[in-house]
């Protein structure tokens, strides 16, 4: 190779590390949202919700949400407005008069001619999250889902908007973020003689929290669940698991439907999770 086809070759080479690097994919903690519009209200920033909101203003600093607050000098810190909407009618008003999606009745904005509008302004938290979580309210759509979209659980039970990391529990506390499965669920709490292990793992690594087709939000609706972790052999034309013969069991249901391991959460009586 010439001296001339070298460069060449590593100039094409440089222009492919590059264009490579252009399109490749990569993380950003930015987060950017579409802000609500609301007729006569404008946006006035978080700081100015802190001088009546100190606590909770507080704890937000540390929030998940709390990257929603758009950095430098042109970047409007947004983000108590993101979801309760521009809050420059509530600040002028003292209070008197709720964010315009306070997510609570009160008393709605003023029209042009100073009357009352009949009906309030505010809407349901669910409504709110979806415009971010566009995924999530797919789910929620799915044939077995938490009862969310029927009113009788909201999205901040689970995950808690102004404090921490978006999930009741979680970060350092691990556990509880299974307790709070099991302030709904109290009878797959235990204890149980026979423990199934995946349980240490959390709830999510069977169910689908928000939804799924399967039933009881399962992740997989047949033994492909529990093959997630529990080792298959072939031996001899025997499908063994845990070294006992299914080759004539799996074809009866599913691992927990056949008969044989319907206490899937523990078991007291016996250690192949039977009743």
């Given amino acids: 190779m010439t001296l001339h086809q070298t460069i060449r070759f590593s100039w094409l080479l440089g222009l492919a590390a590059v264009l490579s690097a252009a399109i490749s994919c990569r993380t950003t903690h930015r987060a950017v949202v579409v802000l609500p519009e ?11 919700c802190e001088q009546c909101h100190e606590e909770i203003s507080r704890s937000f600093k540390t929030a998940d949400h709390a990257r929603l607050i758009a950095e430098g000098k042109n970047g409007l810190g947004a983000g108590c407005e993101s979801c309760h909407g521009p809050g420059s009618i509530h600040s002028d008003s003292g ?10 009745s009160g008393r709605p904005l003023p029209n042009g001619q100073g009357a009352r509008l009949a ?34 659980m909201s999205c901040v039970q689970c995950h808690p908007p102004h404090r921490g990391i978006a999930h ?14 099991l302030q709904c669920h109290p009878s797959q709490q235990g204890p149980y003689v026979f423990e199934h292990e995946a349980l240490r793992e959390g709830c999510t690594s069977c169910h689908s929290p928000h939804g799924s087709i399967n039933a009881k939000m399962l992740t997989a609706r047949d033994a492909n669940l529990c093959f997630k972790c529990h080792f298959q052999q072939f031996k001899s034309g025997s499908l063994l698991i845990g070294g006992v013969d299914h080759t004539l069991r799996l074809p009866q249901g599913t691992c927990w439907t ?3 391991h319907e206490a899937v959460h523990g078991s007291r009586v016996n250690p192949s999770l039977r009743f």
């Fill in 38 to 48: 609301v007729p006569g209200a404008k946006y006035i920033g978080a700081k100015e």
């Fill in 258 to 260: 056949a008969g044989c």
């Fill in 95 to 104: 209070g008197e008069t709720k964010p315009p999606y306070s997510f609570t």
């Fill in 119 to 152: 009906l309030t302004t505010s809407r349901s938290v669910e409504t709110v999250c979806y415009e971010c979580h566009l995924d999530i309210r797919g789910q929620f759509n799915l044939p077995n889902h938490h009862p969310v979209p029927e009113g009788r």
């Fill in 168 to 181: 009741a529990g979680g970060s350092t506390a691990l556990l509880s973020r299974e307790e709070n499965c």
